[in-house]
């Protein structure tokens, strides 16, 4: 079956390969060149951080995070069951436990009322996902945070530029992460950020991520570090994304509002709203269906017509290495029902009133 329609593929038309081949020429291709410095100065100024390290990966960010705060064996991470495993596999990687929390059903994000009734004694961090570019309710996030003196840390991989009242995700935790993986708003093939507002945390991430290594004496590690630095050609491709990122954003603006506007009178259709005072930068056009049963079909239909989709994530607790008896009846519910439909940048109106057409004929066989 030949895909005309993937989920996602990056919009690569600036100076990705004038950048790239910069690199070539100078040979800096590793860990360590211009663009590395450039692309986090950068990205600190487009989110509005004083700080960005960038890392190999999203996972890896989650990771640094967790290692600079100092959470570790015995303590507890409150998080979504209804997110990408990267969250919870960081959580665990520092002898964490992560603890999961239901979903609001209008958002598809963390019910903040339902935290604070699961903080501990052993609890020490709050992680803020932002799911498929829509925000958390960073307010009662923050008043928790504060009331009981516990990190927060936002992932931000799939909310680049998104915002809560007229401030961008990233800015309101102790730590926030990004990831630049091929399939996010802006990649870097691989690649992540940690972003801080405290430059005490921000000179540990950089020794975390180089090896632990003293500032001051070169191979004297003193702590143990890890080797999750971004090399220099993928930071080369990360600034020129980041250069586009307002036209990217705009687009898949204008891609959401043509599926709106196709399929907005489909009755077995909920699409992911944005709520008042926020910004949704539609990650992926993302919906609901009735019930499974219709999502598999709707998903088996488009696939035999060449078009790709991705069903929701499978809450954390229904995962065989996170499998609990925690009844958490929103996020399963979203899970069971979610549909995310082509959301790249170089979709036409056109494609998606195809696409929709497909859905359309899906439900009047």
């Known amino acids: 079956m030949t895909i005309q329609y993937p989920v996602y593929k990056p919009y690569l038309n600036g100076n990705e390969k004038i950048y790239v081949n910069q690199c070539l020429d100078s040979s800096w291709i590793s860990s360590q060149g211009e663009f590395i410095e450039r692309f986090e100065q950068a990205f600190a100024e487009y989110i509005g951080m004083p700080y960005a390290l960038s890392c190999t990966n999203g996972t890896v960010a989650l990771h640094l995070a967790l290692l600079t705060l100092g959470i570790t064996h015995g303590d507890e991470v409150i998080l979504p069951a209804l997110t990408y495993v990267a969250g919870a596999n960081a959580v665990h990687y520092v002898g964490a436990t992560p603890i999961f929390i239901d979903s609001e059903p209008e958002f598809f994000q963390m019910d903040v009322n339902k935290v604070e009734a699961k903080i501990t004694s052993k609890t020490k961090a709050i992680i803020a996902v932002h799911l498929y570019g829509h925000v958390c309710e960073m307010d009662k996030l923050t008043t928790l945070a504060k009331k009981y003196n516990l990190y927060l840390i936002e992932d931000c991989a799939e909310a680049i530029g998104s915002q809560y009242h007229d401030q961008k995700a ?37 020794k975390l991520k180089g090896q632990g290594v003293s500032a001051h004496t070169k191979y004297l590690h003193d702590i143990v ?39 907005g009178d489909y009755e077995a259709i909920c699409f992911h709203p944005q709520k008042e005072g926020t910004l949704h930068t539609y990650w992926l056009v993302s919906i609901l269906l009735k019930n499974k049963i219709q999502r598999d079909g709707v998903m088996a239909y488009l696939l035999a017509h060449g078009i790709d989709s991705r069903p929701f994530f499978v809450p954390m607790h229904k995962l065989p290495i996170y499998k609990s008896n925690l009844s958490l009846p929103i996020a399963e519910n979203l899970s069971e029902r979610g549909l995310n439909l082509p959301s790249y940048p170089a979709l036409t109106e056109s494609d998606v009133k195809h696409i929709s057409l497909k859905i359309r004929e899906f439900s009047s066989l």
């Open 170 to 206: 990233g800015t309101f935790g102790d730590i926030a992460t990004f990831s630049f993986f091929g399939n996010k708003t802006i990649t870097t093939g691989e690649g992540g950020m940690v972003m801080t507002k405290n430059k005490a945390l921000a000179k540990k991430v950089f």
């Open 225 to 263: 570090g890890y080797n999750y630095r971004m090399t220099n050609i993928c930071c080369a491709i990360g600034l020129a994304q980041l250069e586009n990122i307002e036209l990217i954003l705009n687009q898949k603006s204008k891609i959401a509002n043509w599926y709106q506007s196709a399929l």
